[in-house]
């Protein structure tokens, strides 16, 4: 929440459980956006998700002011070497939070898909999925194929249920 007095840093996302990667990533709250993703894409023979090291909520919480430059550099430099190591793959799906304040980064999610699409190429998909507050435009559509935004707290798994639909 941008109106927070106090910035969100590198030490807030590095907790008991997070960063999160692998199966502990791909099980974590299986009713959220990453849980309807992956119960569908499990549904599909030969299908197989790599979870690349993120971090989860902060420690703060939902109540978490501006993330530092430092702390989105850190996790976003991460996921994009653990996705040039793997070498290419036939997608990647984003669940992010849609409305994400970053210091010096304006879209940060839009940011995440431009250097995601350098990393992964053309031939790739990228899906994303955004929470209520989601509020993405043509900018992160210019690297993603596709991007669902929840309406209502009912339709964040079905709208992940959607994206593994589409990219599987």
Same mark, same amino acid.
């Given at each position: 929440?941008?109106? %927070?007095?106090?910035? !969100? /840093? #590198?030490? +807030?996302?590095?907790?008991?459980?997070?960063?999160?990667?692998?199966?502990?990533? %791909?099980?974590?709250?299986?009713? &959220?956006?990453?849980?309807?993703?992956?119960?569908?894409?499990?549904? $599909?023979?030969?299908?197989?998700?790599?979870?690349?090291?993120?971090?989860?909520?902060?420690?703060?919480? /939902?109540? &978490?002011?501006?993330?530092?430059?430092? =702390?989105?550099?850190?996790?976003?430099?991460?996921? #994009?070497?653990? %996705?040039?190591?793997?070498?290419?793959? $036939?997608?990647?799906? %984003?669940? #992010? $939070?849609? =409305?994400?304040?970053?210091?010096?980064?304006?879209?940060?999610?839009?940011?995440?898909?431009?250097?995601?699409?350098?990393?992964?190429?053309?031939? =790739?998909?990228?899906?994303?999925?955004?929470?209520?507050?989601?509020?993405? +435009?043509?900018?992160?559509?210019?690297?993603?194929?596709?991007?669902?935004?929840?309406? !209502?707290?009912?339709?964040? !798994? =079905?709208?992940?249920?959607?994206?593994?639909?589409?990219?599987?």
């Amino acid at each position: 929440m941008t109106f %927070l007095p106090n910035d !969100t /840093t #590198l030490d +807030d996302f590095v907790h008991d459980g997070s960063p999160a990667r692998g199966e502990a990533l %791909l099980a974590w709250e299986p009713r &959220s956006y990453m849980g309807g993703f992956v119960k569908v894409a499990r549904e $599909h023979a030969g299908v197989e998700l790599v979870g690349i090291e993120s971090p989860l909520w902060p420690r703060t919480g /939902t109540g &978490s002011g501006w993330i530092t430059r430092e =702390a989105y550099e850190h996790f976003l430099g991460r996921m #994009l070497a653990e %996705l040039e190591r793997g070498g290419r793959g $036939h997608g990647v799906y %984003l669940a #992010l $939070h849609g =409305a994400m304040g970053v210091r010096g980064v304006a879209r940060p999610e839009a940011d995440i898909a431009r250097r995601v699409r350098e990393v992964v190429g053309r031939d =790739a998909f990228i899906a994303g999925t955004f929470d209520l507050q989601g509020n993405e +435009d043509a900018e992160f559509l210019s690297q993603a194929d596709f991007a669902f935004s929840a309406n !209502t707290s009912r339709t964040t !798994t =079905a709208a992940s249920r959607a994206s593994a639909r589409l990219a599987c």
